[in-house]
DNA sequence: ACGTCCTGTCGAAGCGCTTCGACACTACCA
DNA sequence: TGGTAGTGTCGAAGCGCTTCGACAGGACGT
């Protein structure tokens, strides 16, 4: 129970024998101050070991040198990847001497402004966007920064950063190409995520699909969750239906249901198939049936999605930040 | 760029035909209002859709209704169970009206009493705690509310939640002991987090050694960071050195490179050797030489170590409420 | 020598809220 | 009928900071 009474900028002034405001000054730089005087001052802070109050110099000033990033709804159960987008905008946010605010976006799409109208954020990360997205609508409309990791339909004075997943999927099926297979199966997905929209879900499908007939192969296009229930339940059936099928692409952790559907059905990895994962490197590299995986450097765009969206708060005419992130075979 | 202005008590005070005070009051609850008072305010309030502003709130009542989670420093490299606390702790916090503020925990110990220093929050949560933990000394001296996730040294009058680390390690002993091993190795957190006095690695070498003696069996304990390549070197060097050891526990994610070295030295699992893994049964699950895992419920811990800082918040005399939870071998 | 422009400093007015003390007013008991 | 408790409401004083306008004084031009 020390500290009871933190110290004050009229305590700082006092002390350094000068005006409330000039202190103010020498903190902000915003008007100049006589060497003599900026010493005292921080001399006095030095001694006093003062700490500006964040409330009082949000209220001030307007603005709370704070952002929010929104976790998606837990339910959707999505790859364990945004740990990281989380850790990387952690790190870029205390960087730049900003605060980061930690929010559940839940269903109702309003709550993703509260935080904002509320004073305690300044602007906004979304992530798990989607291709029509109500909850971008309502930043817009409500005027509020914010930036994406993701995409959605209209990007058109949107920062974002996004991982190359056309570029993911294309590289993929390259190589599953030049192995010598002619009929791959993409686990993208789950339905009900395609079915909301799901940006990252709908461009896997479209480039997946495209590509194949470029490439003169046959592509089965397979929603399937995460859980390796559902996984081993669609790959089995799969590998029943379609035993000309020798390869498969997932975007995230349906490999694992796959694989062992593939050793139910006795078939060998990657002898007699090949698998083709979409996840994070960190994950690739410990996995004990070492996958042909494709890394994304997710740290790098939680990174970058929170320094986009500090720019665009600190100078208001920073025009848009667009940035794919790019994938490498690993 | 809508909502230029936005709306305040005032607005809110002067539509209901009220004084600010009262509409004050109503929100609060902290002196009683009549019925046909607080109705007019109430639809003032909807009308205008009134949102309180943060920072104002926080400077006049001294509250920022805010707490902080310092992460980890991320060379540490543990296990990606870290989300799930986080995940936890933003549930809670959302669901009781809190927010949570999400921070780094740099080097210096200092850091980490800066955020309630500067009035940005109320309280803290720490995580991955040592034995020593010089963080936890100053949030003491400051006297500011914590809660850890994760033990310490001195636990008096300290509010933690904690796995039931010793539990975890002697159901694992057990079972690989009635599996009638006769000399089992222990792959504990990296040496540096030995060394440094991460609690979690103090507790599982401690019960380890004591238990096995107890069992009448060999136990090694070998420290182990989560890589998969330093983690098949030092398992490839054991298997070749202690032949007789048959079995192995993994505070982590070790088990990749156990694996991959048992794989080299033609060992089949659980045939000739047993491996029983202390990580989130999300992952476990999710594995495909499906291991005998213990879980962990992160969520869980992240969730109670939130609402035990909150409930301190609210009111300072609960007393500190500690609690292990357990673990189940799946 | 005077006016003009800077530069550096100060005082005061808020920012939007909480909370304290004051003050009607009603209700109750003697 | 007066005194005493409540109730319900209001006004005003902050909370710790930013920022605006004012203004002394020195440096410069003529």
Redo the contacts with the bound molecule.
């Keep these: 129970m020390a500290d009871i009474?933190?110290v004050?900028?009229?305590q700082i002034a006092e002390r350094a024998g000068?005006?409330?405001?000039?202190v103010?000054?020498v903190?902000?730089g915003?008007?100049?101050?006589?060497q003599?005087?900026r010493k005292r001052v921080l001399d006095a802070i030095e001694e006093l070991d003062y700490r500006?109050?964040g409330p009082?110099?949000a209220?001030?000033?307007g603005a709370s040198h704070t952002i929010a990033l929104y976790l998606p709804s837990p339910q959707w159960q999505l790859v364990p990847i945004q740990q990281t987008f989380v850790a990387g905008a952690t790190q870029a946010t205390s960087v730049r001497d900003y605060a980061l605010l930690l929010s559940t976006a839940v269903a109702d799409p309003e709550a993703v402004t509260r935080l904002v109208a509320q004073g305690r954020a300044d602007g906004v990360i979304l992530m798990e966007t989607l291709r029509e997205d109500p909850r971008i609508e309502r930043l817009k409309a409500a005027g509020y920064p914010f930036s994406l990791i993701g995409r959605t339909g209209d990007l058109t004075g949107i920062s974002f950063v996004d991982m190359d997943f056309s570029g993911a999927i294309e590289t993929s099926l390259a190589h599953v190409a030049r192995l010598g297979h002619t009929c791959v199966a993409l686990f993208n997905f789950a339905p009900e995520l395609l079915a909301a929209g799901y940006t990252a879900a709908l461009i896997a499908r479209d480039v997946f699909e495209s590509r194949a007939v470029d490439l003169g192969i046959r592509g089965l296009h397979v929603p399937s969750s995460h859980t390796r229930r559902e996984a081993f339940a669609i790959a089995s059936r799969l590998l029943a239906s379609e035993p000309e099928c020798t390869a498969a692409i997932t975007t995230g952790w349906q490999f694992t249901g796959l694989l062992s559907a593939l050793r139910a059905a006795d078939l060998r990895v990657p002898d007699e198939f090949s698998v083709v994962s979409v996840i994070a490197a960190q994950f690739a590299e410990v996995l004990t049936p070492a996958l042909t995986g494709v890394d994304w450097p997710a740290f790098e765009a939680g990174r970058l999605a929170a320094e986009m969206l500090i720019d665009k708060l600190k100078d208001k005419e920073t025009p848009p930040r667009q940035h794919l992130v790019s994938a490498e075979l690993v």
Excluded: D, E, I
Aim: net charge positive; hydrophobic share 40%; glycine share 0%.
């Design positions: 009474r933190p004050t900028m009229a000068v005006a409330l405001s000039t103010s000054y903190l902000s915003k008007r100049s101050v006589s003599p005087m500006p109050h009082a110099r209220l001030a000033s």
